[in-house]
């Protein structure tokens, strides 16, 4: 009887030990996990991955353009990044040669760069140019070995110590281009029809003189333009600058109207992980839940700040962002212009907390598949700048621009 009553005990606890792990109990990670419920969403086209290459501002800005056309009833279109790529390094080179080197060359740009290129060279479909990387043998960008060569190539010129220079250098230039990005095309062929980049970018629907750009510093006066100090800003557009509570009055009435955000600002911010989340964190109340104290949080890397972050989840304490905190954050170089992105929609978490989301240009990485849920408080703490349609601004301010 003895021996029944112990071989019945073991079966009861091996039972019990089935019925525990067949019913874990939730971690707190997975607990705090946010479950997003989307409250607006615009129309978008397919995910892109920019891969090895600077070229996000290019990416997200032709993003933006294609979700104006799915707007304006238009259809999907795959607009190419090579195309603009090309035409905006060559002219970003003259510009560096006439200042004879005495300004920034790199791979990085902003929306109005896109626009520009729209407006004065126009555009064409991805298939009318080599695809990404296959001209040097790779499935997608790799801007490595093509920076090598291109961006001495640029200094050697800017700091050529020849009285005058001869027009041929924009041939090497060019060719350069032509090499790892392929040529333009002056005309081609979509659907059957014969167009030129301009009379393509005509074909598609659009309006270039209804978009404009905002910004909030209070280093110039509110209600003036100024062209935003930053390396990448490099065409110097002028973006109007305007008190915090308007810019997000803007990106909000955008969304809520149908309209979409090209957004460039700071992703260099211990909330902004890999796993398709971004929260404006509160670094001190952060590491007191992380159970862990400042010191030890501060010697954490990236990634392993990114884990405690997302254990925390919807649950992570965020701080509200203010004018004077953005200001100082921008002079002190600790909110810098290193990415963009396009805000298509809101959504909110189980807490009621609401955020953006956002399509980035790394192809379908993180949780979420190339979309990113970016807390409100986040992108109005690190915005740069936004572009959005005129016609999506919200009562009194589309009157106040056009004055």
């Not at 353009?65 to 795959?78: A, C, H, P, Q, V």
């Not at 110590?161 to 990005?181: E, T």
């Not at 240009?361 to 986040?378: D, E, L, R, V």
Request: with cysteine; aromatic share 12%.
């Amino acid at each position: 009887m003895k021996r029944l009553n112990i071989l019945a005990t073991l079966l009861l606890l091996c039972c019990m030990c089935n019925i525990i792990a067949a019913n874990p109990k939730k971690t707190k990670k997975e607990g705090n996990a946010p479950i997003f419920t989307v409250v607006k969403e615009n129309k978008i086209s397919s995910i892109k991955d920019q891969n090895h290459s600077g070229t996000c501002w290019d990416y997200a800005s032709l993003s933006f353009f294609e979700s104006e056309i799915l707007r304006n009833g238009g259809k999907e279109y795959d607009l190419c990044e090579a195309f603009v790529a090309n035409h905006d390094y060559f002219d970003r080179a003259v510009q560096v040669t006439r200042y004879h080197g005495d300004c920034d060359f790199g791979q990085g740009g902003s929306a109005y760069d896109v626009l520009y290129c729209l407006q004065n060279y126009g555009i064409c479909p991805e298939d009318a140019m080599p695809a990404a990387g296959s001209l040097y043998g790779d499935s997608l960008n790799n801007f490595g070995e093509f920076f090598s060569l291109l961006e001495p190539y640029v200094s050697a010129v800017s700091h050529n110590s020849a009285k005058k220079l001869s027009p041929r250098w924009k041939v090497g230039l060019q060719g350069i281009l032509d090499a790892y990005l392929g040529e333009c095309p002056k005309i081609f062929n979509y659907e059957g029809k014969e167009y030129t980049p301009l009379t393509f970018a005509e074909s598609l629907g659009l309006n270039w003189n209804d978009y404009v750009s905002f910004t909030s510093f209070t280093h110039h006066p509110f209600w003036t333009y100024f062209d935003i100090e930053a390396p990448n800003n490099w065409r110097h557009p002028q973006t109007l600058n305007i008190p915090l509570d308007d810019l997000t009055r803007i990106i909000d009435d955008a969304i809520m109207k149908g309209y979409t955000v090209a957004w460039g600002g700071d992703v260099s911010e211990d909330g902004f992980t890999r796993t398709g989340i971004a929260y404006f964190i509160n670094t001190k109340q952060t590491t007191s839940m992380a159970g862990s104290d400042m010191a030890k949080w501060l010697k954490l890397d990236k990634a392993e700040k990114g884990v405690k972050i997302d254990s925390l989840g919807c649950e992570i304490p965020e701080i509200e962002p203010t004018q004077e905190q953005r200001q100082e954050r921008f002079d002190s170089w600790e909110m810098t212009y290193d990415h963009r992105m396009h805000i298509y929609g809101i959504a909110k978490d189980q807490n009621g907390k609401e955020y953006y989301m956002v399509k980035n240009s790394w192809g379908k990485a993180g949780k979420y598949k190339g979309i990113w849920y970016m807390s409100k408080n986040f992108i109005i703490a690190n915005t740069i700048d936004v572009m959005v349609n005129k016609n999506a601004l919200p009562e009194g301010i589309r009157e106040r621009i056009e004055k």
